[in-house]
């Protein structure tokens, strides 16, 4: 049976992204990305189900660091909507309560509600884990935002559903494996996932950045960050359609390469549906 890894409680949203990606799989929790990581690589799990942005709170913290640095490799991706809860315990009401506990990124991302319905907002570690601290703390004054599952995980009652203020917020998961061969071009879409940093010369980006316009490879992420604690050092980020293999995006990468004093490809994987605004079932 597969196992996946995923950063967070029982019940949280990549909890659930395992379990919608991979049913049937057996899901393995850990407190930080890094013990995710370690998971896969020490064998304890066969994949980890890391997630990378959201449409309405950007990237997610940290993870742009440990990419480039691990030796998994990106196999796949996933895309949830993000769907929040409002959780509290038998018998609680919203009028009769005076906190919501949550994630700082899903109590921003439910700022209207929260607001509308006069609740002092409290960050957590985590949506599913302030879910089972409501639980455990039994007290009808202090509510959880959380995922669905966390309601049922932990015996909570659904005062509210759906209250996150945009109704887009999807989040993307890229998934992480030990290192093995690329699947070959056939024709599908594939993503195509690396990281580099260019040469210190006037117009380096501009110029390492040309090949893909001119050979017309479509880019659809493109992140800078500082490294080794330098505000001249610069590393990148970046997602395009495309397999290394077809001549554009080869063409592209070799001129990339040149003015590039590191390249390196994070994974080369199937394009999920979602990315093309197809929804599945």
Known sequence: MTTVAYQGEPGANSHMAALEAYPGAATLACATFEDAFAAVTGGEADLAMIPIDNTVAGRVADIHLLLPDTPLQIVGEHFLRIRFSLLGVPGATIEGAREVHSHVHALAQCRGFIRAHGLTPVVAGDTAGSAREVAEWGDPAK?????????????????????????????RFVVLAPPRDYPQADGSQYVTSFVFRVRNIPAALYKALGGFATNGVNMTRLESYMVE?????????????????????????????????????????PAHPRRFGVREG
């Open 143 to 171: 509510l959880s935002i959380a995922p669905p599952l966390a309601a049922e995980r932990y015996g909570l009652s659904v005062l509210a559903s759906d209250i996150e203020d945009q109704q887009h917020n999807t989040t």
């Open 229 to 269: 604690g330098r505000f001249a050092a610069t590393m990148f980020m970046v997602d395009v359609e495309g397999h290394p293999d077809e001549p554009a995006l080869a063409r592209a990468l070799e001129e990339l390469d040149f003015f590039s004093t590191q390249l390196r490809i994070l994974g080369v994987f």
